[in-house]
């Protein structure tokens, strides 16, 4: 099994980091010209990007330039993302049109405690079978932002006595290996103040390495996390597929950002 708590400590510091969740006070689709809070300037939508007009007074630097008119802010999705700096330690990126704020002291961050988990256990370590889809495949999957997700294949494994058949999309590489990704509620995924055993409502993911080919895989479902909207209502949740809602308690992984006080986040 991997090291839980290692797993566990960079969670934590990737929630609070400068561009983790925690760190999101405003994410604002830009479809005409139009102020964004907290930060200064006038924002429109552009091609690739989006732009922004403001004067040197209101301290904006893109690409480490001072704004003085109006400059393109290239998207994400580009090249070379531009990078956009705000006074009071605000940054900026742009994703699709959308201006996303991060502020690495936000209220959310010094609220922030720990990420609640069950205890690791061997027993939700499972063996599955991986089957590729076919290429060019119809996604019956949407990210949160509403836009298809490549459909990889399936997974098939068997959870407290449950046979299932997970669908599993295509995740970003991780340290340059491909991943899949398992979009998956059960029966643990409820308010917590309808059942303090819970786990997020919404659901939450397990990434494995992709096999690239028909394959026995392992799951270890101690590595189930939380997908950024646990953590602020900034983002927009995926909904899991109807095949991945487990019908058994998968009592393993992350079930919900803590405060200080003990209190779930939301």
Not at 60 to 89: I, N, Y
């Amino acid at each position: 099994m991997t090291d839980l708590a290692e797993h566990a400590a960079g969670r934590d510091r990737w929630a609070t980091s400068a561009r983790g969740p925690l760190a999101l006070v405003n994410a604002q689709r830009v479809d005409h010209a139009q102020p964004v809070w907290p930060v200064p300037g006038q924002w429109a939508p552009a091609p690739g990007g989006l732009t922004v007009t403001a004067v040197p007074d209101d301290g904006v630097l893109v690409d480490g330039d001072p704004v003085d008119g109006t400059v393109f802010v290239a998207g994400d999705e580009a090249v070379v993302p531009s990078t956009v700096v705000f006074p009071d330690g605000l940054a900026g990126t742009v994703s699709r049109g959308t201006l996303r704020v991060w502020d690495p002291a936000s209220d959310a961050i010094a609220r922030f405690d720990r990420i609640a988990r069950f205890e690791q256990s061997a027993a939700w370590v499972t063996s599955g079978r991986y089957t590729p889809g076919e290429p060019g495949g119809a996604a019956s999957v949407v990210d949160a932002a509403g836009d298809p997700l490549e459909v990889a294949g399936h997974v098939e494994t068997t959870l407290d006595g449950a046979a299932v058949r997970l669908l599993a999309v295509r995740s970003a590489p991780f340290h340059g290996v491909p991943r899949l990704q398992l979009i998956v509620q059960d029966a643990t995924s409820a308010l917590p103040e309808d059942d303090p055993g819970s786990t997020y409502s919404m659901g939450r993911f397990l990434y494995l390495d992709d096999p690239g080919e028909p394959a026995d895989v392992a799951l270890d479902w101690n590595l189930l996390v939380l997908p950024p909207c646990a953590f602020s209502y900034q983002f927009a949740c995926p909904i899991p597929p109807a095949e991945n809602r487990i019908p058994v308690s998968v009592t393993a992984g992350e079930r919900h950002p803590l405060d200080t006080a003990g209190h779930v986040f939301h």
